[in-house]
């Protein structure tokens, strides 16, 4: 729902998480970019992250 009129996502997962949870993501993935960190293997670590932060 945005601003209170229903919104239909089809085919689309939806994360919700706190928004400290998002810019700790946004954070680690920033220094993993920085340190030139393997993409699939940062990929994979982001996820692992994200699915313990969403509510």
Do not use: H, T, Y
Request: glycine share 6%; with cysteine; charged share 35%.
């Amino acid at each position: 729902m945005k601003d209170r009129i229903d919104v239909e996502i089809s085919n689309s997962p939806i994360f919700s998480a706190k928004w400290e949870d998002v810019r700790r993501l946004f954070s680690k993935c920033w220094d993993m970019a920085q340190n030139g960190e393997d993409k699939f293997d940062g990929i994979n670590n982001l996820i692992g992250l994200a699915e313990k932060c969403m509510v």
